[in-house]
């Protein structure tokens, strides 16, 4: 049987190799650097996925979807209440298997991963952000942060350290100390993204991040997840806002479980 650390840490360094590639400064080879690396596979790729839920009838939530997420990129999802798009962000994000098709993250196939490799990879490079929130009432902001690393086995002192950056980088380092009910619905998901970020995932999913939000601060939650990507985080945002949409380069529409167009709106 598998050994759980040595699973983590394998995980870990297969899960670093991609990141040469991202945006950013240390992207510059150095100049000892040997041949060109070739470019870095997608963050994810679905091929042909279906995926039905069991009842009577059984739902076929998503049929046939291909869609291919490269590093940094920055994508809205929208569609139909019901069209799929939750059920693709759950499986985009190893929460929920395909029932056919092949979903890869970094390139490698999730097929042959048993749920605990799956739950290692959850935990090093894919984060989540979802409408409600879902911060822990009793803590404060850099507990709750710092719980985003809960899975990776690094020290406390670490996690809070890491947590005390991430907070900075969302603009809330002054709120540290605050529990969700001393904050606000824009600040909250700023924790909430705090949370999902600060592990330095390649992959950020969002499930209608600015859905609680009144549309000034879902404005800035938009241009925090904007600022994500230029910083080579690859970020995906599903969303009924026209506006929110209309912000991002690539919209995906989805209708009756398929992907009925995938634009690059512009650059
Ligand atoms: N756990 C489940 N069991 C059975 N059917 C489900 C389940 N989850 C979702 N469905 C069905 O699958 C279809 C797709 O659901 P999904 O949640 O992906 O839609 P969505 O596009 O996210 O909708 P919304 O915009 O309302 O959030 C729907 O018809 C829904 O009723
Ligand atoms: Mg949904």
């Not at 991430?166 to 001393?182: K, N, Q, S």
Request: glycine share 12%; proline share 8%; with cysteine.
């Amino acid at each position: 049987m598998d050994d759980q650390t040595s699973t983590a840490v394998r995980v870990r360094a297969d899960a670093e190799a991609p990141s040469a590639g991202r945006a950013g400064p240390d992207a510059a080879p150095s100049p000892d650097a040997e041949p060109p690396r070739p470019d870095p596979p997608p963050v994810v790729e679905l091929a042909g996925v279906d995926r039905t839920y069991p009842g009577r009838p059984p739902v076929a939530a998503l049929r046939g979807v291909d869609l291919t997420v490269r590093p940094g990129e920055l994508l809205a999802v929208v569609g139909p209440s019901g069209s799929g798009k939750s059920t693709l962000l759950n499986i985009a994000g190893t929460l929920d298997r395909a029932d056919a098709g092949t979903v890869r993250i970094d390139g490698r196939d999730l097929s042959a991963c048993s749920d605990r490799r799956l739950a290692a990879i959850r935990a090093h490079r894919i984060g989540f952000v979802f409408q409600q929130f879902f911060l822990a009432p009793g803590a404060g902001a850099l507990d709750n942060v710092a719980d985003g690393l809960l899975y990776t086995g690094r020290p406390r002192r670490e996690r809070r350290a890491a947590a005390a950056e991430t907070l900075e980088r969302v603009g809330l380092g002054d709120r540290a100390h605050h529990r969700p009910g001393e904050l606000s619905g824009g600040q909250r998901q700023r924790v909430a993204i705090a949370r999902a970020l600060v592990g330095d995932p390649g992959l950020l999913l969002t499930d209608e991040p600015t859905g609680a939000l009144d549309s000034a601060t879902g404005e800035a939650i938009v241009e925090l997840l904007v600022d994500l990507h230029r910083g080579g985080t690859a970020v995906v945002v599903i969303t009924h806002d026209p506006q929110v949409a209309a912000a991002m380069p690539r919209r995906v529409r989805m209708r009756d479980g398929r992907i009925e167009s995938d634009e690059a709106v512009r650059g």
